[in-house]
């Protein structure tokens, strides 16, 4: 197996849990349409671009609307979760990523975000971690969305390092089918039930070492 160069980690339910203020957001956009949604559909938005998330909103809502609504609909949604995401303690990077990533980072191992969100350098700000990343590609540097590997693609090509060098971190189905395609090693931090095409999965970073991941993967690819 290829010694592992590059980590490249999802931001939404990988480092911070900002599910919760996406899922305040747009129920509130969908109660302000006239309707509702819950928190099994908005599973169904992680990993999902701001535009094809609203669009399936609108979809369980039965709502119609022009393009130039739909802009402005999203802008609002953006408006409302950058109220909350811009209040983020640093407290809220979840249990363990900091150690995991300071352990990459003694080891000389590549650090790269790879989200959907447009929001990803204000979050990674806010929470005081922007300057541990090597690479950010985003929402804005990307033209597909997850399931497609762009994103990984470009992260992995910004730091120089080839797929099965790199572990993706993910906590989406749609993130680990993008993993998988493009040939990275595909790790899924959540339920394994939800992630079962992932190479491994785990409930999340506290008491986990890099170390730990490395010997998974050399493991599963024997
Ligand atoms: P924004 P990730 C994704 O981030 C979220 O999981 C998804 O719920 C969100 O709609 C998407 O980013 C776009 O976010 O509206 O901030 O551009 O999980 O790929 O880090
Ligand atoms: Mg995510």
Not at 101 to 110: G, P, S, W, Y
Request: proline residues 4%; aromatic residues 8%.
């Amino acid at each position: 197996m290829p010694s592992i160069r590059a980590c490249i980690f999802d931001l939404d339910g990988v480092i911070v849990d900002t599910a919760k203020y996406h899922f305040i957001a747009w129920r509130r956009l969908a109660n302000e349409l006239g309707f509702d949604f819950n928190e099994e559909d908005n599973e169904k938005l992680k990993g999902v671009s701001r535009v094809d998330s609203l669009n399936l909103i609108l979809k369980w809502g039965g709502v119609q609307l022009t393009d130039v609504e739909k802009t402005e609909w999203a802008a609002k949604k953006n408006e409302w979760y950058l109220e909350y995401v811009k209040q983020m303690p640093a407290s809220e990077i979840l249990e363990g990523v900091l150690p995991f990533l300071e352990d990459l980072q003694a080891n000389n191992i590549k650090i790269v975000l790879g989200s959907a969100s447009k929001n990803a350098t204000t979050i990674l700000k806010q929470i005081g971690i922007i300057d541990m990343f090597d690479a950010i590609i985003d929402g804005t540097k990307t033209t597909k969305g997850k399931p497609d590997p762009q994103v990984f693609q470009l992260g992995a090509k910004a730091v120089n390092v080839s797929p099965n060098e790199c572990i993706v971190f993910e906590d989406a189905e749609k993130g680990v089918q993008a993993a998988n395609a493009g040939g990275f090693h595909s790790i899924g931090v959540g339920s394994p039930e939800v992630l079962s095409h992932a190479d491994y999965v785990i409930s999340g970073f506290e008491n986990l070492t890099p170390a730990d991941i490395f010997q998974k993967i050399a493991t599963e690819s024997v």
